[in-house]
C-alpha cells in the first residue's frame, strides 16, 4: 500500500485528537480532512481504516469471534464513552473490517469515519504497554501496510453525508 506523505500526518493529527479523547480537536482534525478536498480525504480515511485493520488482526493469531468481537466493542462504547459511540457500532464497524468489508457499507459514512478514529485511537491506546508510546505502534502499523500489495476493499471514494 502507498502512503501518500501529505495524508499520512492527517491521519497522524486525526488519531492523535481520539487517543488524547478531546472533542473539539478531533472535530477540527476531521474538519480539516473534508477541507483538503474528496481525494484526500478518501485517502485518509482508508488509510485509517487500513490502520485499524491491521491493529485489530494483530491482537491475536486468529480472526477474533463473534463473542470477542462485542466484548471488544463494549470495551470502545466504555472506554471512549466521549465520543457517543456505541458498542453496536463499534461491533458493526469491528466486524466489517475484519470481514474485509468498508464500514461505510454497514454504517452511515459519517459514523463509520469518526468510529474508525475513535476505534482506532482505542486500539492503538488500550494496547500499548506502559514504556511504549502509541506512535511506536502507529509506526509499526503504517510500515506494515506500506509492505501490503493486495489493496483493502475501502480503497475508493468515501463520502461524508
Known amino acids: 500500500m502507498r502512503i501518500d506523505s501529505q495524508v ?7 488519531l492523535a485528537a481520539a487517543v488524547a479523547r478531546d472533542p473539539a480537536r478531533a472535530a477540527a482534525s476531521t474538519q480539516a480532512l473534508v477541507d483538503r478536498g474528496d481525494r484526500v480525504f478518501a485517502e485518509a480515511v482508508a488509510l485509517c481504516y487500513a ?32 465520543a457517543d459511540i456505541d458498542q453496536p457500532t463499534a461491533e458493526t464497524f469491528m466486524t466489517a473490517l475484519l470481514d474485509l468489508r468498508d464500514p461505510a457499507s454497514v454504517l452511515w459514512p459519517a459514523d463509520a469515519v469518526e468510529t474508525g478514529f475513535v476505534v482506532g485511537a482505542w486500539l492503538l491506546s488500550a494496547f500499548t504497554p506502559e514504556t511504549t508510546a502509541w506512535e511506536f505502534l502507529l509506526d509499526d502499523a503504517l510500515t506494515t501496510l506500506e509492505f501490503e500489495s493486495s489493496p483493502l476493499p475501502w480503497h475508493r471514494t468515501v463520502v461524508v453525508q
Do not use: F, K, N
Open 51 to 82: 490502520v485499524d485493520h491491521c491493529l485489530l488482526s494483530e491482537l491475536s493469531a486468529e480472526q477474533p469471534g463473534s463473542d470477542a468481537i462485542s466484548s471488544l466493542a463494549e470495551s470502545v462504547a466504555l472506554m471512549e464513552a466521549w
Open 8 to 14: 499520512e500526518p492527517l491521519v497522524r493529527e486525526s
